[in-house]
């Protein structure tokens, strides 16, 4: 059941948890490419990062994260979830939603939704109240055991954050990071809803 979840959430990469120092490494940088194709381009477009370049590093950076995941919820002996299922806990906070909401703010398909809540509400992670009429107005929050879980996985980032953002340097890279993956994804919600643009 497992293996299915994380097909469904799009992370086909299987790894063994045991040998995550021996991962195959990374394929080369599309930017070496364009430098060697062309080596009348400017320096300045020989280095330029494309936006599928960005977001094949992403994809890479989830799938490696989540196979960390699972080693870190072992750890903690949550043996009951995945990795997909923990991260909706976060989505959820410390608010109390529909879940309408939670596949809005998420961005979950609903049938993904529908089956990862109700694995969450099973193992006792969230508190679910029904509504007879309308099953998506149904209102959900962390339960205790949620809230400890994402506390436990909180203290454990710290760790992984130390690793990335060494000193002030680092860490407003990372800041730097994390506004321009918010502009993107705020220009590519705007582009479904009002129409990107015209491909030439």
Same mark, same amino acid.
């Given at each position: ?6 097909? !469904? ?22 930017? @070496? ?22 977001? =094949? ?47 809005? =703010? ?12 109700? =694995? ?44 990335? @953002? ?6 407003? !890279?990372? !800041?730097? @990071? ?23």
């Amino acid at each position: 059941m497992e293996h299915k979840v994380s097909k !469904e959430m799009g992370c086909y990469l299987e790894v063994p948890y045991d040998s995550l120092s021996h991962l195959p490494p990374l394929p080369p940088s599309s930017t @070496a490419a364009v430098h060697t194709r062309d080596t009348t381009t400017s320096t300045e477009d020989a280095f330029a990062v494309s936006h599928l370049d960005l977001l =094949r590093v992403v994809e890479r950076v989830h799938r490696r994260y989540l196979d960390i995941f699972r080693l870190d919820l072992g750890r903690l002996g949550v043996d009951d979830l995945s990795p997909s299922q923990v991260m909706m806990l976060f989505t959820i906070g410390a608010d109390e939603l529909t879940v309408r909401d939670l596949i809005d =703010r998420g961005y979950y398909l609903g049938s993904n939704a529908s089956y990862n809540l109700k =694995r969450l509400a099973e193992t006792g992670y969230i508190d679910r109240n029904a509504s007879e009429r309308d099953r998506r107005s149904a209102r959900i929050r962390l339960s205790e055991k949620g809230r400890k879980l994402c506390e436990a996985v909180r203290k454990m980032d710290v760790s992984y954050h130390r690793l990335v @953002a060494r000193n002030a340097e680092e860490r407003h !890279e990372l !800041e730097i @990071a994390f506004k321009t993956l918010q502009r993107l994804e705020q220009v590519w919600t705007g582009a479904l809803r009002y129409g990107g643009t015209q491909i030439v």
